[in-house]
């Protein structure tokens, strides 16, 4: 009986450990809400042309969303662009691509993923909840009024743009990816997070790399952009900054060989492009007139 009530004190403290583990692990991985900066300067645009909505998303939670129409002159029905930020901002902080994707006709639709901005709140989250939000976005975009629901294309910052890429090659729905700072595997991301707060690897580190993989229900491998990457059919545009600290320049490379699909535009940056991508404005909306308006016909002349 001693040696059953022993065994039973082992096993609850061993219990109580993994749950102590897990609620630690989660809270240090927690994304910070950012606030938001004030729409009207985070996109440069009059409030007639931007409305904010709310999207429902997976468990029943809700998105907050903006919706930016494209210029009154456009015809309808327009193609359109959904934006996802990074891990740990917001959709105001992606507020620089609006200006110029507006102008050149597009609607755009700019979300707070889970767990960030005005959205809701989840126990965790993850990359691959990015991409559920991402579907989420999307299905609410395609039945919207005015909305080419075949001329759709997803824009992502760092996490976003993995889950934009793990999005899109499960489900073949848009035309076109804009990856800004991907990584090229979350299990470096991780090492490299591991290593900057002074977590040794050994067996701690890789503790807590199992049990991130174990809590999101996949593994690293399943949904590392270098794995998804070659999956996607669609034109897909890579954009990574040459001074990048948080992911290297290196991983853009990396990813680029993996598809044909695929091409690079590096510019003078850190990690957050949002200064860097201004003076590229016209190779992003060039790249995605290209990928999913439809081809303009050749004049027919009298001998066809």
């Known amino acids: 009986m001693t040696a059953v009530l022993g065994a039973a004190a082992t ?18 991985l927690r994304a910070p809400r950012v606030p938001h900066e004030p729409l009207d300067d985070a996109f440069g645009l009059t409030s007639d042309r931007v409305r904010q909505v709310h999207v429902p998303t997976a468990g029943g939670k809700h998105l907050a969303a903006w919706l930016v129409s494209p210029p009154q002159t456009v015809a309808a029905p327009a193609p359109a662009v ?4 990074g891990w740990g901002a917001n959709a105001s902080m992606m507020g620089p691509v609006v200006p110029p994707l507006h102008a050149a006709g597009f609607a755009v639709l700019l ?32 039945h919207q009024p005015n909305i080419a629901a075949d001329r759709v294309a997803l824009l992502g910052h760092s996490v976003g743009a993995a889950a934009a890429l793990l999005h ?34 050994g067996l701690l580190g890789w ?36 001074r990048d600290r948080t992911v290297p320049v290196d991983d853009a490379y990396r990813l680029l060989a993996t598809s044909s699909n695929a091409r690079l535009l590096l510019v003078e940056g850190d990690h957050d492009l949002r200064e860097a991508m201004a003076p590229h404005a016209h190779a992003l909306v060039s790249f995605l007139h290209r990928a999913i308006e439809p081809a303009t016909p050749a004049p027919r002349t009298g001998a066809d």
């Open 82 to 85: 959904l934006v996802i930020h």
């Open 111 to 142: 979300l707070d993923a889970r767990c960030h901005g005005h959205s809701d709140d989840e126990t965790f989250t993850s990359m691959p909840r990015f991409a559920e939000d991402i579907a989420a976005g999307l299905a609410w975009l395609k």
């Open 168 to 201: 899109a090659a499960r489900h073949h729905d848009v035309g076109a990816v804009v990856s800004l700072s991907a990584f090229a595997h979350p299990a470096e991301v991780m090492r490299r997070f591991m290593a900057d707060k002074q977590i040794p690897y």
């Open 11 to 28: 096993l609850g403290g061993v219990w109580a450990l993994r749950k102590l583990a897990h609620r630690g692990i989660v809270r240090g």
């Open 207 to 242: 503790y807590v790399m199992r049990h991130v993989q174990r809590v999101i229900g996949v593994t690293f491998d399943e949904i590392a952009p270098l794995g998804t990457l070659p999956a996607v059919r669609c034109p897909i545009l890579l954009v990574h900054g040459l």
